[in-house]
């Protein structure tokens, strides 16, 4: 049974679904959610759901080991589930194509930094995309620019508000982002 360790910065709406979602399989389990906000809501679904929270600070995060040294201990996969920060270079190093991020548009467009959430679905409704999507990609040294795993897409309508975009972004999440990331695990031991 793989241990998986999510990454949320909000909500968590993600990472309640793939909690979910494993606690049915016997491939993996989210073990821990790791937060850098004290406030994020996602706080009280893990308290609801009975999973392990921790929250760390920059300081930890960019300038010591200590979320390096939790997750080598923990984490067989790291899964970004709206979280903010970058990740820095020696976790990325040390988990190559074992941390996964979900980006709620289709890379390459739409991407990099403060392209996020709802500055995303903004900017599509302002560029009058007849598109959008979700892309499910590795993370590396660079914003957005892994190797992508997943996409999928939905049309957009004239009138739908940055509202309506989002919760469509969101449906394709719940839909795919869990068992894209079972089939991750499942290719770990092949
Ligand atoms: C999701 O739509 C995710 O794709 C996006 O944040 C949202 C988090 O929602 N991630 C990014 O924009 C990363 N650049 P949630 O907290 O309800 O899961």
Known sequence: MK?????????????????????????????????????????????????????FSREEFFKSDKVLNFLKEEADLIILAGFLWKIPEQMVADFPNKIINIHPALLPKYGGKGMYGKHVHKAIKENKEEETGITIHYVNEHYDEGGIIFQAKTSIKIDDSVEDIAKKVHKLEYEHFPSVIEDVILSLDE
């Open 3 to 55: 241990r998986i360790v999510i990454f949320a910065s909000g909500s968590g709406s993600n990472a309640e679904n793939i909690i979910g979602f494993f606690q049915t399989k016997r491939t993996a389990k989210v073990t821990h959610v790791l937060t850098n906000n004290e406030r994020a809501k996602v706080l009280d679904r893990c308290k609801r759901l009975g999973v392990n929270s921790l929250i």
